[in-house]
């Protein structure tokens, strides 16, 4: 059955990590230790001015210049071990350092596998909406003791020294590209191993990087093993300095999924979808099932906000200047026959946006409703402002087509992961930097539509989804996942994407329009190009436990 065709793990298995010489620490230039020393009040001015109002403001102080931390996280004697059964064991503190709240999102199941493995975790967060996203995701966790939490000391070298004989910790883990010279060489020093887990390099920040060449090149040379999402962004951390026998290819962490559980979602009985796809004349293989649980969670949602049989779009996690888009697409959809009762939910990626987009809305002469005022979805409703927290999932479900925001502004796109996880499909801007190898892995199966792009494969209303050969040929086209013999040639260059002017093309919001026309006007459509999205978001699961594997084997190999 479809879903079982997971490729293989042989990315840890084709080389041996554990085999790697060791290596001497490598000093950043005498030019960046000084730096460092001479900003460093500056920071602690830019810290004052940006968070002396907080009442947390004392403990981010004190945290990020090495004055005090939380105490170590310790074995939780209560947890057991599914298989054994017996009590987790102390193997030790691995730190994880996370920027900000997408880079917290993505290596939430990575730590939550690690925990569950017996581990302990020192999770460190730079900006304060990446703080609050850990404090919040990890509450039970750091509460019980298996997790301490602060904000990432600065990169000196007496407040690391501080930092790491605080924390001991067995490895340091970093996500995705922020990294700091001083702290990857004092790691070094200690023979803590530091691996980049989820590691992305775009073209721009590559050029960043090598305009600080040498600081560039002995942050790779220090670091341990670089876990790469694709083979472009592994030949740019090799064109940097990186070894090329520690660099891996093992997908994105963006394919994981990390979901909360929502109020909103009204309960479904599994067991009876389940029953009810066995003994019906369809394949009763693992995604037919999977896809009948969709089915009827979209039916129930629908029926409990009262809108079945009506075409609905959601505009999801969206910026200032989304919004503005996505309410005049839906004025032009109105105008069609049969799209006069289509309901557009918008969904602002950040709370203190809501009274702002709830303005817009006014302004638009749309008709509308605001779910924190507790206004019903009438008939009459065409557009709907989900201004709560926790429930973006229920939206995507509850969907026929899903607009990812942070794509039609210079963001870099949020992760279409989520919809695609619940079979939803997927219309996302020109920006979509931030997660482009997952954006293009669902354009090449149908299930995302991007302006311009070369990838897109649109699918047609009679395949058979539950029986998707090209969703598998397609799953990864970095199968061999070890990068022995990286190129040192050119990049390729994101920019070529651009026109010449640097902005979206002109016709964009008519493309993006006339894709809405398409699967709204045709659900038959846009429910196959979701069930594609969610059969290759399902067989992308086994990247956690590829960069699961080569993150034990190198802690096993100091140990």
């Excluded at 000093?27 to 002396?52: E, T």
């Excluded at 709240?101 to 939430?108: I, S």
């Excluded at 557009?383 to 479900?397: C, I, R």
């Amino acid at each position: 059955m479809p879903s079982s065709r997971i490729p293989p793990e042989t990315s840890a298995e084709t080389t041996d990590i554990t085999s790697l010489p060791d290596r001497a620490p490598h000093n950043p230039p005498y030019y960046y230790k000084v730096a460092i020393r001479l900003l460093k009040p500056m920071y602690r001015l830019q810290v004052w001015r940006r968070s002396h109002q907080r009442a947390n403001y004392q403990q981010e102080v004190a945290q990020r210049f090495g004055k005090q931390y939380p105490p170590r996280p310790v074995v939780n004697t209560a947890s057991f071990d599914e298989t054994s059964r017996a009590p987790n064991t102390e193997k030790g503190v691995i730190w994880c350092h996370a920027v900000s709240l997408g880079e917290t999102n993505t290596v939430a199941p990575l730590l939550d596998a690690l925990l569950k493995g017996g581990y302990q975790i020192w999770l460190t967060n730079t900006t304060q909406t990446g703080f609050s996203r850990g404090a919040s995701r990890f509450a039970d966790e750091i509460a019980q003791g298996q997790m301490s939490h602060s904000y990432v000391p600065v990169d000196s070298p007496r407040v690391i020294e501080t930092f790491l004989t605080h924390v001991q910790p067995i490895a340091a883990l970093f996500v995705e590209t922020e990294l700091w010279a001083n702290i990857l060489t004092k790691l070094s020093e200690h023979s803590i191993p530091s691996i980049l887990v989820n590691g992305r390099l775009s073209d721009s920040s590559f050029r960043s990087y090598k305009k600080i060449g040498a600081v560039s090149s002995s942050m790779m040379k220090n670091l341990s093993l670089i876990i790469a999402q694709d083979k472009d962004s592994a030949k740019r951390f090799r064109q940097l300095g990186a070894s090329s026998n520690r660099i891996r290819v093992a997908g994105s962490l963006k394919w994981v999924i990390n979901t909360m559980k929502t109020d909103a979602s009204p309960d479904i009985d599994e067991t009876e979808v389940i029953s009810q796809a066995e003994t019906s004349d369809v394949k009763d293989d693992s995604s037919t099932i999977q896809q009948s649980i969709l089915s009827s969670q979209k039916l129930e949602l629908a029926e409990a906000f009262a809108v079945v049989d009506r075409p609905i779009w959601v505009a999801a996690s969206t910026h200032s200047g989304e919004e503005e888009t996505v309410l005049s697409l839906h004025q032009q959809l109105l105008s069609h026959a049969e799209l006069a009762n289509a309901l557009l939910i918008i969904v602002p990626r950040h709370p203190e946006r809501f009274d702002e987009v709830a303005a817009l809305m006014q302004k638009s002469a749309l008709k509308t409703a605001r779910r924190s005022a507790d206004e019903a979805i009438g008939l009459e409703t065409q557009v709907y402002l989900a201004d709560s927290m926790g429930e973006l999932m229920t939206w995507y479900k509850l969907a026929d087509v899903a607009l990812v925001g942070g794509s039609l502004v210079d963001i870099g796109g949020h992760n279409p992961v989520e919809p695609a996880s619940v079979a939803t499909p997927i219309i996302m801007g020109h920006y979509t930097q931030s997660c482009q190898s997952v954006v293009d892995k669902l354009s090449e199966v149908g299930a995302l539509y991007q302006p311009h792009s070369s990838l897109y494969c649109p699918v047609t209303a009679d395949e058979d989804v539950t029986d998707f050969e090209y969703v598998d040929a397609k799953i990864n086209s970095d199968s061999d996942l070890v990068v022995n013999d990286i190129d040192s040639g050119d990049v390729i260059n994101e920019d070529d994407m651009i026109n010449e002017d640097g902005v979206i093309d002109d016709n964009d919001d008519m493309l993006i329009y006339q894709q809405l026309t398409t699967w709204l006007g045709d659900l038959a459509l846009a429910k196959t190009a979701g069930q594609a999205g969610e059969q290759m978001t399902a067989l992308q699961q086994s990247v956690l436990s590829r960069q699961l594997k080569m993150i034990e084997d190198i802690i096993a190999s100091v140990q």
